[in-house]
């Protein structure tokens, strides 16, 4: 069977249902490839099947919902919270995972929340431990739905506008024009979150204490 008659099969319902699924409980705090799936879902896109717009708007809404029930049930939860899913999720949810990402609580506050829907880690983190540290909800919200738009349609227009130039290539090599896609377009993607990460590094190695040291004479 070609690419091309495997990908009109899929209901873009099946899609869309997915993307906010995925998203939504990987925003709820566990582990899933949500941006993995809105990438596939985004070339999709690009290819006719199912609609950029709808796909980000399903995006966004998970990524909001999720966090904030994330955050309902870490706002509950407490400390308790973390200690369960440290047992749960121990790759994950580890001591030294949750103190770095308080730390980025504690330095940017309500921005740690935009800024940790493009890193992996605080993705899963967001929602569950800016309740456990009990940040005023309506930052909370405002945070969240920044970092969702902004996430979500980044990802959908960048990911729609590779398979655009794709085109071709998916038309003539099927399943190998639908791989080199896939990964030219993660590719492209990481790239600029990378880029963003290490900026954001920079800034807080900036903000960084500098430590006096004097003699034990003076």
């Known amino acids: 069977m070609h690419v091309q008659d495997w990908l009109d099969g899929i209901p873009p319902v099946a899609v869309y249902l997915m993307v906010g699924l995925v998203v939504g409980v990987e925003s709820l705090g566990i582990p899933l490839p949500g941006e993995i799936v809105l990438m596939t879902a985004a070339l999709l896109s690009s290819q006719g099947h199912v609609s950029p717009w709808i796909v980000g708007a399903c995006a966004i809404?998970?990524?909001?919902?999720?966090d904030s029930i994330g955050y309902a049930i870490g706002?509950?939860?407490?400390?308790?919270?973390?200690?369960?899913?440290?047992?749960?999720?121990?790759?994950?949810?580890?001591?030294g995972n949750i103190a770095t990402a308080e730390r980025s609580f504690q330095r940017w506050g309500m921005w740690a929340v935009f800024f940790g829907r493009f890193v992996a880690l605080l993705r899963i983190f967001a929602g569950p431990l800016a309740g456990v540290l009990k940040m005023p909800y309506y930052k909370f919200l405002i945070?969240?739905?920044l970092g969702g738009i902004v996430w979500a349609?980044?990802?959908?227009?960048?990911?729609?506008?590779?398979?655009i130039v794709a085109e071709p290539w998916?038309?003539?090599?099927?399943y190998v024009g639908l791989g080199i896609a896939v990964l030219f377009g993660i590719g492209s993607f990481l790239y600029v979150r990378r880029r963003a990460a290490k900026a954001q590094a920079e800034l807080e190695a900036k903000a960084e204490p500098e430590v006096v040291v004097t003699s034990s004479g003076e």
């Open 75 to 95: 706002h509950k939860g407490g400390r308790p919270l973390l200690d369960w899913l440290g047992r749960r999720f121990p790759s994950h949810f580890s001591p």
């Open 153 to 163: 349609g980044g990802i959908t227009a960048i990911i729609y506008y590779v398979g």
């Open 61 to 66: 809404l998970g990524a909001v919902v999720g």
């Open 170 to 174: 998916l038309t003539r090599f099927g």
């Open 143 to 145: 945070a969240n739905a």
